[in-house]
């Protein structure tokens, strides 16, 4: 579902026309998606959208880039200080607490992208952030370094050697994401949705409301896994929208679809 969602986007940093994303899933007698053809009297709509400018200091966009990684990476911190005392007072237990910084974290730092400036620059300072999360996570999880409130924040069973399994992947895999392909990517933004929003509400609830188990492994449930596919594809199309709106990517709308 979130595939079909950042198919609906298209990077506008590719100078494409929106004619090229017509023509592969589209001929004369209807929309081709690779399995049947739809027939329909409107195929799509684009949306062309102006890049917005919403550096720092336009005149100095390295001075910039460095003022947003510290303005993103503080709301990033105060994020985890807010779980971590959440999970000092006992407010949810372990598990959940966990999740929620699973799934707000990256969530809310991609939230910050826009602050940066268009380019590699940008990319690779904004990626220093959770960046500077993987060697965190490796010092704790080695045990060369103590902090109690963030291993009871992001482990399950309190064990900082925990740290290096799933928190480290996080981490390696927003970094990467971030780097990599960026905030012009719906791959990207689909990717990190799904990470933080379907992964993490996916326990939750299949943690309540898991009484029946997939077949081929019992320890998920149809609904987690119906509640993954539904929270990862509304967070994706949210933040491609939310990115459509700087004009990062180009919305793509497909309506009037009749069989």
Same mark, same amino acid.
């Given at each position: 579902?979130a595939?079909?969602? #950042?198919?609906? $986007?298209t990077?506008?940093k ?10 592969? /899933? ?8 690779g /399995?049947q053809?739809?027939k329909?009297?409107?195929?799509h709509? #684009?949306?062309r ?5 919403f550096?720092? $200091? ?7 880039? %460095? ?7 503080? +709301? ?19 598990k !959940? ?5 699973? +799934?707000?974290?990256?969530?809310? /730092?991609? %939230?910050?992208?826009?602050? /940066?400036s ?14 500077l999360n993987?060697i ?7 045990g060369?370094? &103590? ?12 064990d900082?050697r ?6 480290? =992947?996080?981490?390696l895999?927003? !970094?990467?994401?971030?780097?990599? =392909?960026?905030r =012009?990517?719906? +791959?990207? @933004?689909?990717?990190i ?7 993490? +509400?996916?326990?939750i609830?299949?943690?309540?409301f ?20 539904i ?10 929208h939310y $990115?459509?709106? $700087?004009? =990062? @990517? ?7 679809? &009749?069989?």
């Amino acid at each position: 579902m979130a595939l079909f969602a #950042s198919c609906l $986007f298209t990077p506008l940093k590719s100078n494409s026309d929106p004619s090229l994303f017509y023509s592969l /899933f589209c001929s004369k007698k209807g929309v081709n998606l690779g /399995f049947q053809k739809l027939k329909t009297r409107r195929l799509h709509r #684009s949306t062309r959208i102006k890049v917005v400018d919403f550096t720092m $200091f336009s005149e100095n966009l390295f001075i910039g880039d %460095l003022v947003a990684s510290g303005l993103s990476g503080g +709301i990033a911190l105060s994020m985890l200080r807010l779980w971590e005392e959440t999970a000092k007072r006992g407010f949810f237990d372990q598990k !959940t607490n966990r999740k929620l910084v699973h +799934i707000s974290i990256g969530l809310v /730092f991609m %939230l910050c992208w826009p602050m /940066f400036s268009s380019g590699h620059q940008g990319a690779i300072l904004a990626a220093l952030i959770p960046g500077l999360n993987i060697i965190k996570m490796l010092l704790l999880g080695l045990g060369m370094w &103590r902090d109690d409130a963030t291993v009871k924040s992001m482990s399950r069973f309190g064990d900082h050697r925990e740290l290096l399994k799933g928190p480290l =992947y996080y981490a390696l895999t927003i !970094t990467y994401a971030c780097a990599v =392909y960026w905030r =012009y990517s719906p +791959i990207s @933004i689909g990717l990190i949705c799904n990470l933080c929003a379907g992964d993490g +509400i996916a326990d939750i609830v299949g943690r309540r409301f898991g009484k029946q188990k997939l077949p081929y492994n019992k320890n998920k449930s149809f609904a987690g896994s119906i509640a993954m596919a539904i929270a990862g594809f509304l967070v994706s199309v949210g933040f491609l929208h939310y $990115f459509s709106l $700087f004009g =990062y @990517i180009q919305a793509v709308l497909l309506y009037d679809i &009749r069989l």
